[in-house]
């Protein structure tokens, strides 16, 4: 279903960017970063802060990023709120209000010119509440994002791109943005005059982490939790982690489809949940933990992305304020006897957790290590590794 204030109309003077969606909807603004023009899916994200780490999580390959707080990019951009460097994240992103100078003493940059040296696309001037319920009334869009400094687009060509992108259902991206080696992890979280703190103490317990588009701070939280990590390719097998001689396995987060990423992860899973391996699974690894005791997953309408979304605790009532991101969700109308659902949304009642009963097993749809977000749900690095002693 098209919006009005989305519609095919002339170009506007002075339009130099364009978002161009699947139904032939069209909306112009004024382009920045890089130029060229690039598909994938809209989508939106409510956080008010923490952008950097947004169009750096690697969870966002494939898609364009939908900004509903205006004032993106104000407070520039630095080396230290990368979440993945020389990983593909968010595509491009919709912004309302032109980005301004940076106000800020962590400032080392402009959000433009970072995103040009990106290869990002940024589109600015966008309605992105008529955007924003566009998705929320018919689901996230597939789309062409495009800048061109003399505002030269050929539209119909660009629809016909649009239409024939074939979607992030079915689509395996971790595999195009997980680490090519094995490599140890040593830096601990950030803090105030201190940058990256290193861990201390020996003793501390393994933990080999399976990388399917991690975010560095989940990294960063497990260290702080107390324990020394290293990080391995999706594509690694059981055999190999466990001569690694991991105390626990942690799933990390990432892009695409579960399903798709799960045909060569799941029997791996399955296999060290045979052996009894403690496991520890966020977001898109919480989605194949759950594949791997016998749910499924399903394509959400417009999925969750953002800094403020309620989480239920069930197990006491607890209500966690949550940072998400993520498109698909496990089917907790379909779950099996050996799983517990642990966390709800209270947005929609979607599954947000879950635990494998008789194992030291679990995982949650959100991102506890809340890079951007609440910091509600560290509690869980700290649960993790406390169960491998």
Not at 230 to 241: G, L
Not at 249 to 278: C, H, M, R, W
Not at 290 to 298: C, E, F
Request: net charge negative; glycine share 12%.
């Amino acid at each position: 279903m098209a919006d009005p204030a989305l519609s095919h109309a002339p170009k506007p003077e002075g339009a130099t960017g364009v978002l161009v969606l699947a139904d032939g909807s069209v909306a112009w603004g004024r382009g920045f970063g890089a130029v060229g023009s690039s598909v994938g899916e809209v989508c939106f994200n409510t956080a008010m802060t923490g952008y950097q780490e947004v169009m750096t999580d690697p969870s966002y390959a494939g898609q364009v990023v939908t900004f509903t707080f205006p004032h993106i990019g104000n407070v520039g951009v630095n080396n230290e709120d990368v979440e993945s460097a020389g990983v593909p994240g968010a595509i491009g992103c919709v912004v309302r209000e032109d980005v301004t100078d940076p106000a800020n003493f962590r400032s080392t940059g402009t959000f433009q010119k970072w995103m040009e040296t990106q290869g990002k696309i940024g589109l600015a001037g966008i309605d992105t509440r008529a955007l924003t319920r566009r998705i929320r009334l018919s689901g996230a869009p597939n789309a062409v994002i495009a800048h061109d400094p003399k505002g030269n687009f050929d539209i119909p060509a660009l629809v016909e791109r649009a239409r024939s992108w074939p979607g992030l259902e079915g689509m395996d991206l971790a595999i195009k943005v997980t680490r090519e080696a094995n490599e140890e992890w040593e830096g601990s979280i950030w803090k105030l005059g201190e940058g990256f703190t290193k861990p201390e103490g020996n003793g501390r317990p393994h933990v080999v982490a399976m990388d399917f588009g991690a975010k560095d701070n989940i990294f960063r939280n497990l260290v702080a939790a107390g324990a020394d990590v290293t990080i391995v390719p999706a594509e690694t097998s059981a055999d190999k982690i466990l001569a690694l001689n991991p105390a626990g396995v942690f799933l990390s987060n990432g892009p695409g489809d579960p399903a798709a990423t799960g045909a060569y992860a799941v029997p791996v899973i399955q296999k060290l949940l045979e052996k009894d391996v403690p496991i520890f699974g966020i977001c898109l690894g919480h989605q194949m933990l759950a594949l791997a005791a016998g749910a499924r997953t399903t394509k959400m309408h417009q999925g969750h992305r953002g800094a403020n979304h309620p989480v239920l605790r069930k197990a006491d009532g607890v209500v966690e304020i949550t940072s998400m991101n993520h498109g698909f969700a496990v089917d907790n109308a379909a779950l099996p006897d050996t799983v517990e659902e642990t966390h709800v949304s209270l947005f929609d009642g979607s599954n947000c957790g879950i635990a494998v009963k008789g194992k030291k097993a679990f995982g949650v749809q959100y991102h506890p290590e809340a890079s951007p977000g609440p910091q509600d749900s560290f509690y869980l690095f700290e649960k993790f590794v406390a169960s491998l002693g």
